[in-house]
C-alpha cells in the first residue's frame, strides 16, 4: 500500500524558514516527487519538482519561489524535501506532497498526493 507521510508545516514569522520532509512507502519505483501549494481561494500551484532521470535529477520552481526554496531527494530513503528560506505571508498555503511512481502491482501512479501540512507566514 502506497503511502506519503508528510511532515515540517508550521507558523513562522516573514523572513525566516521551515523544512518540509516527504517520505513515500509502498513505491517500486519512483519516477519524480514535488510539492505544490494551495492558498484560500486560489488553484493548487506546483511549487518544486524534481525528477529522476538516467543521468540525474532534474528540478523546476514556480517563479515566485526562485531563489528562496529548494527542493531535494534521498533516493535511499525515497524521501523528498523542501527547504523554504525567506519566507513571506504570501508563501502562507497547504502544501501537499505529489508523486510520480509504480506500485509494487506494477501500476502507475501519475500523481499520487499526500494529505497536506499547513505552512503560515505571519507578517
Known amino acids: 500500500q502506497v503511502q506519503l507521510s508528510e511532515s515540517g508545516g508550521g507558523l513562522v514569522q516573514a523572513g525566516g524558514s521551515l523544512r518540509l520532509s516527504c517520505a513515500a512507502s509502498g513505491f517500486f519505483s519512483i519516477n519524480a516527487m514535488g510539492w505544490y501549494r494551495q492558498a484560500p481561494g486560489k488553484q493548487r500551484e506546483l511549487v518544486a519538482r524534481i525528477t529522476s532521470g538516467g543521468t540525474g535529477s532534474s528540478t523546476n520552481y514556480a517563479d515566485s519561489v526562485k531563489g528562496r526554496f529548494t527542493i531535494s531527494r534521498d533516493n535511499g530513503k525515497n524521501t523528498v524535501y523542501l527547504q523554504m528560506n525567506s519566507l513571506k505571508p504570501e508563501d502562507t498555503a497547504v502544501y501537499y506532497c505529489?508523486?510520480?511512481?509504480?506500485?509494487?502491482?506494477?501500476?502507475?501512479?501519475?500523481?499520487?498526493w499526500g494529505q497536506g501540512t499547513q505552512v503560515t507566514v505571519s507578517s
Open positions: 505529489n508523486v510520480d511512481g509504480v506500485n509494487f502491482r506494477f501500476v502507475r501512479l501519475l500523481d499520487y
